[in-house]
DNA sequence: ATGCCTTTCCCAGAAAGA
């Protein structure tokens, strides 16, 4: 079984990419996120024509998260119990959402990007991994293969971030932030560290300015969280740069993990 | 070369991204 998360950086934008890269690389289940559409404005056709199902939870502009499954979509659930909201707690954002695809239970999520660590946004990225880590005991400890996966705005240390001093005092590397990613990694969870293809490092973001991506400044904050049940069927798991060349990519590059499941 | 920001709102420039 193959699974994968991606950070689309809009669904209409990267529809011609996400097709070729369906087509292609053949994910059973592929993770979306920030797919900029409404719920109902999400591609479905297009997609089906692939031999693919969607459950997707959008709300326009912002955000969005899908979950796209050539075995299954069911017990679609979106959001998580006391998600907090911003930037008042009953406005909720379209950042999680959750289903069974077949052996698999999976949460596509899009965590929220802080900005700065004296901005609202960032209490609001910590208040929402808290709640989010609350709710996740009973699938992590299960015995049915489970993950949460998606774009963290987080990375985990500073083997992945390019350059460390480049972010002191920024957001996605600050210790409450790493803090919340250590709550996975004891409710149980394992980070499934993806082979780069290419360096040293499996970075899974470069910034569209600057030509970071052909100079190395990349990020790793797609992550792949897996259950013990989950993180012993792995037999591969990689990040696929190919997808963040060329013409018209996202800014992010999917996070593939081959399971025995 | 992998190539120097992109996307959405909507037609102008702001907001957001990380």
């Known amino acids: 079984m193959r699974i994968a998360t991606w950070n689309l950086n809009s669904v209409t934008a990267r529809l011609p990419r996400l097709l070729q890269w369906l087509e292609e690389s053949e994910p059973d289940v592929l993770c979306v996120q920030e797919t900029k559409v409404a719920g109902d404005k999400f591609p479905v056709a ?16 912002w955000n969005g998260v899908g979950i796209i499954s050539r075995v ?12 907090p909201g911003f930037p008042e707690s009953d406005i ?18 899009y965590v929220p990007n802080g900005r700065t660590p004296d901005d ?9 991994l808290k709640a989010l880590s609350g709710t996740l005991a009973a699938d ?28 002191v005092d920024a957001t996605h590397v600050t210790a409450p932030e790493r ?19 290419k360096g040293d490092h499996p970075y899974t973001y470069w910034d569209y300015r600057a030509g970071s991506f052909h100079k190395g400044w990349g990020m790793r904050i797609d992550l792949v969280y897996a259950n013990t049940t989950l993180q012993k069927a792995v037999t ?5 740069r190919d997808a963040r060349k060329g013409k018209g990519p996202s800014d992010h590059a999917p996070v593939v993990v081959d399971a025995s499941l």
């Open 46 to 61: 297009e997609v089906a024509a692939l031999g693919y199902e969607v459950a997707h939870h959008g709300q326009g502009r």
């Open 72 to 83: 299954g979509i069911a017990d679609v659930v979106t959001d998580f119990a006391q998600s």
């Open 179 to 197: 803090g919340a990613l250590q709550q996975f990694l004891d409710l149980g969870l394992h980070d499934v560290f993806p082979r780069p293809l």
């Open 120 to 128: 609202p946004h960032y209490r609001y990225k910590l208040e929402w």
């Open 236 to 240: 591969d798991a990689y990040v696929d």
């Open 92 to 109: 909720k954002e379209a950042r999680a959402i959750a289903a069974t695809c077949g052996p698999l239970r999976i949460w596509s999520l």
């Open 140 to 167: 992590v400890h299960g015995e049915r293969p489970f993950a949460i996966v998606g774009d963290f705005n987080i990375a985990p240390t500073d083997d992945d971030v390019w350059d460390p001093a480049q972010f």
